[in-house]
């Protein structure tokens, strides 16, 4: 997987202060989407043990509340397998840390991927930029979902994420 950036004490991007992993590769193309550079899945800088640790040294500062995946698209078909890897990593050697994971595709879409319990919070959705909404929290357009993942699968529906 390639990235193209590490953000670190980000408020922005989930609950608390973050890192956020900006993976490269996205198939859906939304017009108007406020990263384009990051659809090109060999764009950017190689996923390294160097990056790892960069991510890890972030998590490991007890005012850093977790870590969100974001891109591009972290569940483009290409990131899959390393974004399930990274995070099994965070919740092995990070269990007090929350994850987020930001993605173009709908909840009814990836719900059964093995690793989607892992996380705790999933904003869903393609950026639809007719239902762009700036006063919105955590999304960019109102067609969004910010779902509590574990209560989601329990319930088996969606529900959404409330602080």
């Not at 005012?63 to 995946?69: L, M, R």
């Not at 991927?113 to 996380?119: A, H």
């Not at 919105?136 to 602080?163: C, H, M």
């Amino acid at each position: 997987m390639h990235y193209h950036n590490i953000t670190k004490d980000d408020m922005l991007n989930g609950d608390g202060l973050r890192v956020v992993l900006w993976a490269a590769g996205c198939s859906h193309g939304c017009k108007g989407c406020h990263n384009p550079v990051t659809w090109d899945a060999e764009g950017g800088i190689p996923f390294d043990e160097a990056a790892w640790r960069e991510i890890a040294e972030e998590l490991g500062k007890q005012y850093i509340s977790g870590i969100t995946f974001s891109g591009g698209d972290p569940l483009y078909l290409k990131n899959r397998e390393d974004t399930e890897a990274l995070i099994r990593r965070v919740r092995a050697e990070f269990p007090d840390k929350t994850v987020w994971l930001y993605t173009g595709f709908t909840w009814e879409e990836i719900k059964a991927l093995p690793f989607i319990g892992l996380v705790d919070v999933l904003v869903d959705g393609r950026f639809v930029e007719e239902l762009k909404d700036s006063t919105l929290k955590w999304k960019g357009s109102s067609n969004q979902r910010v779902i509590d993942v574990k209560k989601s699968l329990d319930a088996d529906r969606p529900v959404l994420y409330t602080e």
